[in-house]
């Protein structure tokens, strides 16, 4: 199984975690089964998973075994949208079992949230921006603007630089309903 984590095959390492709990004698698994199997969950967005795992984890397994805990707590910000939460609960030292999932987790954060930044400001400051981000603000600038944003430092402020959309692959619904009658057409005849 350590080797689904090196290869950081996610998908394969979730299967594996499942098997292992359902395969566990009374379907109580170990504890890192559920640390890595609630991490992975977090990592694909499954959080309805993720809150039913917790929901069957032993409580004696919560208690004891607090990175479980901690685990979970990263998934509560997650539930909540909670940018700055989510990276502060990424902030702990991780077993060895559930480092590169929680690594993992922070780096999908953080190009979602970017991403989110891209779609829904047209300027945003530098500082709220890091928030999203997780970063320092200055890091947060040169990540901005390693990406082709635009900053203005008097006021700041970071425009998020768009992707050009192609308006050459859109066609015209007349003309794409020509083209499926030529098709339909030409095979019926």
């Not at 919560?62 to 940018?83: C, H, S």
């Not at 603007?145 to 402020?157: F, I, Q, V």
Request: contains cysteine; proline residues 5%.
């Amino acid at each position: 199984m350590a080797t689904a984590v090196v290869r950081a095959n996610f998908a394969q390492l979730a299967i594996d975690l499942e098997t292992e709990e359902l395969d566990s004698p009374g379907c109580v698994a170990k504890p890192s089964v559920y640390s890595q199997l609630l991490a992975v969950y977090l990592l694909q967005q499954e959080l309805t998973h993720a809150k039913f795992l917790w929901k069957r984890i032993p409580p004696n397994v919560k208690t004891n075994y607090p990175e479980v805990a901690l685990i979970w707590t990263v998934g509560q910000r997650m539930w909540q949208r909670d940018f700055p939460g989510i990276y502060e609960s990424l902030r702990k030292d991780w077993s060895d079992s559930v480092k590169p999932i929680m690594d993992a987790i922070q780096d999908a954060t953080r190009n979602r949230a970017f991403e989110l930044v891209v779609r829904a400001y047209s300027c945003i400051s530098a500082d709220d921006f890091a928030a999203f981000m997780g970063l320092k603000a200055n890091e947060a600038v040169d990540a901005a603007l390693s990406k082709g944003w635009k900053y203005d430092s008097a006021t700041k402020m970071l425009a998020p630089c768009r992707e050009v959309v192609s308006s050459e692959a859109v066609i015209p619904s007349e003309q794409h309903l020509t083209n499926l009658a030529n098709y339909v057409s030409f095979l019926e005849n």
